[in-house]
């Protein structure tokens, strides 16, 4: 598929779970973020199709760069994710313009399931 999808995750080993669900599932171009800052550049420089950013970040939370993000492109697609317990951080995401939220730990097929839709 052609589409491009950015991960921003603090855990390398959180991208990297991500990562291969969407590689396996046919997504190839795949650019990775490792907090909410790099994650905006990164945005202005790469323009991705969607974005999949935790909410709990050093340096930047999520809630602050999918401001950043969707201040800069209001069209920008951006899911978050995030850990039970972060349900008023989700909420604040979903009225600042994120698509969808997925709840760690992530069930592969939730994953593939929330990308094609946001996609679409």
Do not use: H
């Amino acid at each position: 598929m052609d589409k491009k999808i950015m991960i921003v995750d603090d855990a390398a080993f959180m991208r990297t779970f991500i990562k291969n669900i969407l590689v396996q599932n046919g997504w190839e171009r795949i650019i990775e973020a490792d907090d909410g800052c790099s994650a905006f550049e990164m945005y202005k420089k790469e323009k991705p199709d969607l974005v999949l950013m935790d909410i709990t970040m050093p340096n930047q939370n999520g809630i602050d760069s999918l401001r950043d993000i969707r201040g800069y492109d209001g069209e920008a697609r951006v899911v978050m994710c995030s850990a039970m317990g972060q349900e008023s951080m989700v909420a604040d995401a979903i009225r600042l313009g994120a698509l969808d939220f997925i709840v760690k730990p992530f069930k592969p097929l939730r994953i593939v399931e929330t990308v094609r839709r946001a996609l679409n």
